[in-house]
DNA sequence: GTGGTCTAGACCACT
DNA sequence: GTGGTCTAGACCACA
């Protein structure tokens, strides 16, 4: 669970924490009932504050992605929701919209976007509905 | 010069501000050398205070898509330079990449933000009529 | 990290500070990773709001010279980078010109102005030791 | 008496003005007893308001540069001062400083410095002393 | 505790 | 009229 902090990002470090632990999940180095690093742990691996580490799990639960079991520790749900959660839709939209509007202008084709988009899917296990296994 | 403010975001006024201002010249609604309303007029008709719309405007004029004239007011500028900032593309990617990250959780196929993409690009398009007018 | 305000000058306040923050750093007096005062201790010390020392630490950041940690504070970056900004030489040529220009109508010669120049950057010399004495 | 405008630049057109007169005399275009453009010809000339040339003589007038002589115009006085004018000296220095600071920041070189300036000199006529005539 | 944002209202230089 | 700067004081997110 290789998890590493940029101090110096603008990006709150509990939100590194969270788009890291969706990133391994995608990457499949975490698989669904994976125990995760008890708060403690993490913290203390990173040198943060357990507060933070909580926060960022915290964050994860609120999105199904993680539950925690009492007694037992923190762990990756089963299954992915592919609900399409409209709000979270709506998000994505705006900020590819921004994303869309920079490129153009510091003149970053639409081509070289849709290949680095293939790359990262590609990184992350080629098929293209990785994230809901049971369906299919 | 139709901005809109949400105050409910978590993004600052005047960065709503500054992407809103960027969009409308993508659009084509504001082109080079027009001129934008001023500090004053912005604020009082977004009703909030003018220090907010003088902080986007530095931000633009930073980035060389808006110049002030001394006593004049604030202009779009002439020519927008592909100059290929290296560390823009840097922050261009790591968006994209928590952006598809965030679409495989939630079910967005690739295709779909690919479609999302050329609409956006689509909507702003290369036509060189003067404010192109929403219906059509 | 003496810092003093001219409050006659004409030059922005925020200005001032940015200026003697580079100075403090070419003197070595403040050194890579080292903290600078908080915002609003740096304020309260001047006599100054904290929104001006705000503004100066953010015009810092914007050059790479000093870095903001979320809640930890604000620090001096690791190196610095003298990449060739071609813009920024443009500025100092300029300035350097009017300079010159002035120099010659009060009656400073060319080697005056060397020698100032060997001055200051003797002042600021390649030493290595810390916190170098004033006295010596 | 060729004067150009840069609208767009962030130093007041009457600086400028004030600045390329300077400048027209170093390079002895103008000379001693040379009448000036009238305010309100030059104003016309360079298409801004009478009142900006108007501060703009004024300011060199102030410096001794030119004298207006009543009802016939502005000219450039015959000798410039080399009085050591503690406070300019002053100015020159402190400006001096904050070029050679950022200069060091950007990796701008000593001897490429005294370059420029020698390139300065050499352009608006050589001797080491151009401007006290009445000297040697 | 830290810095970031915003408001309200003031003064200034430039045109 | 324009934008730039500063003050006073408030609230927020982050650690």
């Known amino acids: 669970m290789p998890i590493h902090i940029d101090e110096r990002s603008t990006t709150p470090?509990?939100?590194?924490?969270?788009?890291?632990?969706k990133e391994l999940i995608l990457k499949k180095v975490l698989r669904p009932n994976d125990k995760?690093?008890?708060?403690r742990e993490l913290a203390s691996a990173l040198l943060i504050n357990?507060?933070?580490?909580?926060?960022a799990y915290q964050?994860?639960?609120r999105q199904s992605i993680i539950e925690t079991r009492r007694g037992?520790?923190?762990?990756?749900?089963?299954?992915?929701?592919?609900?399409?959660?409209?709000q979270k839709i709506k998000e994505i939209r705006e900020s590819l919209k921004l994303l869309v509007m920079?490129?153009?202008?510091?003149?970053?084709?639409?081509?070289t976007l849709?290949?680095?988009?293939?790359?990262?899917l590609k990184e992350w296990g080629g098929e293209d509905d990785v994230n809901r296994p049971q369906s299919k």
Chains 1, 2, 3, 4 share one sequence.
């Open 36 to 39: 995760l690093m008890s708060v």
């Open 114 to 120: 849709v290949q680095w988009i293939d790359g990262y």
């Open 72 to 86: 037992k520790g923190t762990f990756v749900t089963e299954a992915l929701s592919g609900q399409g959660n409209e």
């Open 13 to 21: 470090i509990w939100e590194q924490i969270v788009q890291q632990v």
């Open 50 to 55: 357990p507060n933070t580490v909580s926060k």
């Open 59 to 61: 964050e994860l639960e």
């Open 102 to 111: 920079e490129s153009s202008y510091i003149g970053v084709s639409r081509d």
